[in-house]
């Protein structure tokens, strides 16, 4: 994992805003959505990188990733699989370096 990615994507698209992206992973598909949540690497820091995070679709953004019954909505995404993301508001991008 790269610790410097995932604080970029953490600053740049999570913590100021839930901004629409695009993921791309790594077997080629392209998921949509904001981002909800996401899992640390280390639970006693949020200083450092991220296992994974949590997609839902726009439409969902206010569901906090889960519905009225408790279930997961959306999607966990392990951060090995990402390939890259992209602001769909601006079209940067960030690639994940492995």
């Not at 904001?34 to 726009?58: A, M």
């Not at 206010?62 to 909505?73: A, E, K, S």
């Given at each position: 994992?790269n610790?410097?990615?995932?604080?970029?994507?953490?600053?740049?698209?999570?913590?100021?805003?839930?901004?629409?992206?695009e993921?791309?992973?790594?077997?080629?598909?392209?998921?949509?959505?904001?981002?909800?949540?996401?899992?640390?690497?280390?639970?006693?820091?949020?200083?450092?990188?991220?296992?994974g995070?949590?997609?839902?679709?726009?439409?969902?953004?206010?569901?906090?990733?889960?519905?009225?019954?408790?279930?997961?909505?959306?999607?966990?995404?392990?951060?090995?699989?990402?390939?890259?993301?992209?602001?769909?508001?601006?079209?940067?991008?960030?690639?994940?370096?492995?």
């Amino acid at each position: 994992m790269n610790e410097g990615t995932s604080r970029k994507i953490w600053e740049e698209y999570f913590k100021d805003s839930d901004r629409l992206v695009e993921v791309t992973l790594n077997d080629g598909r392209k998921l949509s959505g904001v981002f909800v949540s996401f899992i640390p690497d280390n639970f006693n820091t949020v200083k450092t990188g991220y296992l994974g995070w949590h997609l839902v679709k726009e439409s969902q953004r206010w569901t906090v990733g889960i519905d009225p019954f408790g279930f997961l909505v959306g999607e966990i995404i392990n951060e090995a699989n990402i390939v890259s993301v992209k602001s769909l508001s601006d079209n940067t991008i960030i690639h994940f370096v492995r």
